[in-house]
């Protein structure tokens, strides 16, 4: 089946120590997004590439990083983990962006701990 | 201030019970997604609806597009544990090309 894998599912890692989360997808979509989801919060869009071009949020942290270096796969990098970079980090993707993305397909995401 | 005002922020209901949550916003939307999220799992897109007025079912589920789309329900007819999770709603703005999403309605269906 084609889908969104994300690895690892678990990761802890210690303050300011670099860690990296990978995405891979096999839907052949041209845009992949990072997003960041706190306990009861909404997922917050960190970035996405579409295609090779990389799309940052104003308020992302410059802590926070990407590589897609081909189509199937999208890194997110953090680093300087800090405690409040405590989070499930969800990648999503999408055939096009905007409306005529008809919904994303998500990973099951990793869950980082800061510790 | 969420762009996507979700409401009950949570639900905790008896098996077999209906129920509808809600998605509004003050902005109009080209489309509306609506996703359910397990714990410790990715969300899973349950449906899109593009047009105003829009009427979609999946099984128990209705899902409604205001006419003027600005907001959008879930009705969920005799609640099934299998429903418990969290229900998401995300829409792309008129004129933009961001999803947005709301903060969700935590749904507990208890047996």
């Known amino acids: 089946d084609a889908m969104v894998i994300q690895n690892p599912r678990y990761q802890v890692t210690q303050f300011g120590k670099p860690v990296t989360l990978s995405c891979s997808q096999t839907?052949?979509?041209?845009?992949m997004y990072w997003y960041q989801q706190k306990s009861s919060q909404a997922p917050k869009l960190l970035f996405h590439?579409?295609?090779?071009?990389?799309?940052n949020e104003a308020d992302t942290p410059d802590n926070f990083q990407s590589r897609r270096p081909n189509t199937s796969f999208c890194f997110l990098d953090i680093r300087s983990p800090g405690l409040g970079d405590t989070a499930m980090y969800l990648c999503?993707?999408?055939?096009?962006?905007?409306?005529?993305?008809?919904?994303?397909?998500f990973g099951s995401g990793t869950r980082l701990t800061v510790v | 201030t969420q762009l996507l005002e979700q409401s009950p922020q949570f639900l905790s209901i008896q098996e077999g019970e209906n129920l509808t949550v809600y998605c509004n916003s003050s902005s109009v939307f080209s489309s509306l997604q609506w996703y359910r999220q397990e714990p410790g799992e990715g969300p899973v897109l349950l449906v899109t609806v593009v047009t105003g007025g829009e009427v979609k079912k999946l099984k128990r589920l209705t899902f409604q597009f205001g006419d003027a789309r600005k907001d959008s329900s879930l009705h969920i007819t005799a609640a099934q544990t299998g429903d418990t999770g969290l229900y998401l709603c995300a829409g792309v703005r008129a004129g933009g090309f961001k999803t947005i999403f709301g903060a969700g309605t935590r749904l507990f269906v208890k047996a």
């Open positions: 839907l052949n979509h041209n845009v």
């Open positions: 590439y579409y295609d090779k071009d990389f799309n």
């Open positions: 999503a993707t999408s055939r096009d962006p905007g409306r005529s993305s008809g919904g994303y397909t």
